[in-house]
């Protein structure tokens, strides 16, 4: 969490009073206000001006008023929008221009500011209108659109408390001077307005573009030191050269109003220290009243890709638990005085007190062991696309790395560019190579990419309008398209039918999303980030070896689009292209990679199944399967960095487990008498008659899912949890060794089944998790050994069901991988995930079908339907009880 310390600055007694004069007079004398001929109040003056037009309003004891300010940059409407707020009414401030036609008819003002320094206002009804709330002072539109009836609701607390907290950070003065740069209906304008007057500093009122020669020379010939500007003024003042002339009085550029490229903030920078000026990167939001961050001028230069530390008062935190989210990353939630009472939608809202003790931005950022935030996205700037998640940031930063100032947006069909015109470039050649570079960096083909050449449509505050952007695109694609033959391709990039093969990254994230059950995946996240556990790496394995060639080692904790990388590698003869329909075409004899743990969990099943059929009569599978259990679980959710991120990610395997198992033996119960409680819930080895046998016939899941627990339950601990972050082997290695003496003494008390419970069957699951992580030869042999200490005689009359038990383990331990022909690997894929199933109901079929072979056959038959049938209803329950942690 990100905390800075209010500053120690005494309050006046208005929401924002201007700076009163003091005992001695000051700063009476200095100018609060001034024109562009510089014409001005001082403090003094505007406090009496601003008590003066207050009077003209309403008493607020006879009810408080909404009064509606059509923000101009002019000492008429500046002086009414500051007495509304000093006579105790609410402020609606709209851009003064027919947009705000919907705010007006949703909540009916009851004053309307007319613009005329001798009538005001015009008060249009004899009583208030609307119940107010005592603490309500502002209403603004929600950050990034203006005319929206979506209001932002902020009390006198939110406007003076972020005032002064930027005033402080900005290190404003009674000798600063701002001019009106930005629109003042403007979260971030306005605020330029506050801090400067609770800083007894003065602002220009300016209607001029930052494009003419008349606001520089108000600059210049009125003293302007701070100047307010968003990434796309920063533009268009690198085309004009104006930043390049000498601005004497100018000391600092103030930048906020979304993301400036961090090329374009070292150049800003670096132009400024030539010049005598500094530049502040900040970050805001309408929602938490203007600032939240200000990156010191001093900074900037070192960390061009921050936003700074919170302001005054100010504290933020990374909820890391969104979907999208990563291990660095969170969306940036937000505390403080600044933060919003919450948003109004109509009249009634009006009357409601604060609703929220946090802001939650729906920004994306991280934050840096130097303390600095840095934003790496929105939530809502994600899409998805032919199974892609595709963040939009990401796209437009690589186009602006290439030169490129693009908006880009989605849909189902495929992206949509606008992109301004490069000069001297052909549009057709500016959209063919946009289109490619977007398509590169979505991982898209260039086909799924849309592109118009145009200039960018913005919002009064200068930021990028991307609802025009989108349809901007969309609007031409008719027209390229209807003078196109079929198949050609539209110069612009409109979508078309020439390529419509998906690419290697859309395969692979099919693959993995056709598993985990989602509609999109984040290439840039890995198999276990995106949900994926020990039950589902199966179905995904098989399916990627297939797409990219055999998985290296740790494949599930790397990103995505590292497969997709080494399938390229892999497949150089494709041209990057999907290999779904290149692995259709393929020999059948080709053999494919196969992980061992799918391997031994396939044939594991067979033998299970066919020993219990008096098949053949080969044991020891089941006691090899829980060694793979723990080889599984410990790559899966036991590696997760913390305590509650193990207990999740164990917890939801847990459930694939023990819903399926408690089902089947719930149904045996009521239709076989063939189970009982213990049995549905799981805990036959605890309370059932293990010594016998019993309805014992489940034991494997009975100790899976206690070993499982067990071991989640040791590296809880704290020491133990972060030796086990260091040095994951150790640990296990460690905890196999100590789990041989509940083996050893367990046995020595009795016989039987009891090699089926928990206490016994322990050190399996910690020796596969040792094997999980023995990552050289002399580990690789040790934990072979803890094996052979526990194997060797844990079935004293029968050597050869040991000797199965080792010869797994020692599969698993040295052989990472198989190779199987090709026409095996869907065989090995199904089996190995319905393992658990085909185990589950084995024992109700056995005895229905008269043969061996028949029985066996039903057994895989049944289990792999049922599979089939209920593994993504039973995944929707784990997400539904536990959402991953993605």
Request: aromatic letters at 4%; a neutral charge.
């Amino acid at each position: 969490m990100l905390t800075a310390l209010p500053p120690a600055l005494a309050p006046s007694r208005g929401t924002l009073s201007p700076a009163e004069p003091s005992a001695d007079g000051a700063p009476a004398g200095r100018l609060a206000l001034l024109t562009a001929s510089g014409e001005g109040l001082s403090h003094e003056e505007l406090w009496r001006t601003v008590a003066d037009v207050a009077g003209r309003l309403p008493d607020a004891a006879d009810g408080r008023r909404l009064v509606h300010l059509p923000l101009r940059p002019d000492l008429a409407s500046v002086t009414a929008y500051l007495a509304t707020l000093q006579a105790g009414h609410v402020a609606l401030v709209t851009p003064d221009d027919a947009r705000t036609g919907r705010i007006l008819d949703r909540y009916l003002p009851d004053v309307m500011a007319t613009g005329d320094p001798e009538r005001p206002f015009d008060v249009l009804t004899p009583a208030p209108r609307h119940l107010l709330h005592p603490d309500l002072a502002l209403l603004l539109s929600t950050s990034g659109s203006t005319g929206s009836p979506k209001l932002v609701r902020l009390s006198r607390q939110n406007v003076r408390s972020n005032a002064l907290a930027i005033a402080h950070a900005l290190r404003l003065t009674e000798d600063d001077r701002a001019i009106t740069s930005l629109p003042l209906h403007y979260t971030f304008g306005l605020s330029v307005l506050h801090s400067h007057l609770v800083a007894g500093a003065s602002v220009v009122l300016n209607e001029a573009s930052v494009l003419t020669e008349e606001l520089w020379d108000a600059v210049d010939v009125l003293g302007v030191t701070t100047l307010a500007v968003v990434p796309h003024t920063v533009e268009l003042l690198e085309s004009t050269g104006a930043l390049e002339r000498p601005h004497p009085s100018l000391r600092m550029l103030t930048q906020a109003g979304g993301r400036m490229h961090p090329g374009r903030v070292l150049r800003t920078a670096a132009l400024g220290r030539r010049q005598g000026w500094e530049l502040a990167v900040m970050y805001g939001q309408t929602e938490a009243t203007a600032r939240i961050c200000v990156l010191d001028p001093a900074l900037v230069a070192d960390h061009p890709d921050a936003v700074g530390r919170p302001v005054a008062g100010t504290s933020l935190h990374l909820d890391t638990s969104v979907p999208e989210a990563s291990d660095e990353t969170g969306e940036v939630v937000v505390r403080g005085p600044g933060v919003m009472m919450g948003y109004a939608e109509h009249a009634d809202d009006l009357a409601l007190g604060a609703m929220l003790s946090e802001l939650r931005t729906g920004d994306l950022g991280r934050i840096g062991p130097d303390g600095l935030l840095r934003l790496v996205g929105r939530r809502s700037g994600f899409v998805k696309i032919m199974g892609l998640r595709i963040d939009l940031a990401t796209v437009e930063s690589a186009l602006e790395a290439a030169g490129y100032i693009a908006c880009v947006g989605g849909d189902d069909a495929g992206l949509t560019v606008a992109v301004q015109p490069a000069p001297g470039a052909p549009p057709v050649e500016t959209a063919a190579l946009v289109r490619r570079l977007a398509g590169d960096a979505s991982g898209l083909s260039p086909a799924s990419v849309a592109v118009a050449v145009a200039g960018l449509p913005r919002l009064p505050s200068g930021k990028v309008d991307r609802l025009a952007c989108a349809a901007l695109v969309r609007g031409e694609q008719p027209q390229e398209q209807a003078g196109r033959q079929p198949g050609e391709q539209s110069p612009q990039g409109a979508v078309g039918t020439a390529d419509a093969s998906p690419t290697l990254a859309v395969a692979v994230a099919r693959a993995a999303g056709d598993v985990l059950g989602l509609d999109a995946v984040d290439l840039g996240r890995s198999f276990v980030q995106h949900g994926g556990d020990s039950l589902s790496h199966v179905q995904a394995s098989v399916g990627l070896e297939k797409l990219v060639g055999p998985l290296p080692r740790g494949w599930h904790h790397r990103p995505l689009a590292d497969l997709v990388d080494l399938g390229r590698s892999v497949h150089a003869g494709l041209p990057g292209r999907a290999t779904a329909d290149g692995v259709r075409g393929r020999r059948l004899w080709v053999s494919h990679s196969v992980e061992t743990s799918v391997l031994l969990r396939a044939i594991a099943v067979v033998i299970i199944c066919g020993s219990h059929a008096d098949l053949f009569h080969i044991l020891g599978g089941a006691h090899t399967l829980l060694a793979v259990a723990g080889f599984n679980a410990a790559r899966f959710g036991l590696s997760l960095p913390t305590a509650r991120g193990r207990w999740r990610a164990s917890l939801r395997t847990l459930i694939g487990v023990a819903v399926p198992t408690a089902a089947v033996a719930l149904f045996g119960m009521v239709a076989q008498d063939r189970y009982g409680w213990a049995n549905v819930l799981l805990v036959n080895w605890i309370f059932g008659d293990v010594a016998y046998g019993f309805r014992n016939e489940l034991w494997f899941v009975d100790a899976l899912i206690a070993c499982t627990v067990v071991l989640a339950a040791i590296l809880s601990v704290p020491w133990v949890g972060r030796a086990w972050q260091r040095q994951p082997w150790r640990v296990a290695a460690a905890v196999a060794v100590v789990a041989l003496v509940p083996r050893f003494l367990v046995l020595s008390l009795g016989e039987g089944v009891l090699r089926g419970i928990m206490p016994t069957t322990f050190w399996l699951f910690a020796v596969g998790a040792a094997v999980a992580y023995a990552d050289t030869r002399r580990r690789r042999l040790l934990t072979l050994a803890v094996a052979v200490v526990g194997g060797a005689t844990f079935f004293p009359d029968d050597l050869v069901r040991n000797a199965t038990i080792l010869l797994g383990i020692a599969v698993l331990t040295f052989v990472p991988e198989v190779r199987v022909p090709a026409w095996a690997v869907p065989a090995v894929g199904l089996l190995a995930s319905a393992s658990l199933y085909v185990y589950l109901v084995q024992f109700p079929i056995l005895g229905l079908v008269p043969t061996a072979l028949g029985a066996t056959l039903a057994a895989l038959a049944t289990g792999c339907l049922l599979w089939r049938v209920a593994d993504r209803p039973v995944r929707r329950l784990q997400d539904l009880l536990l959402r991953p942690n993605r």
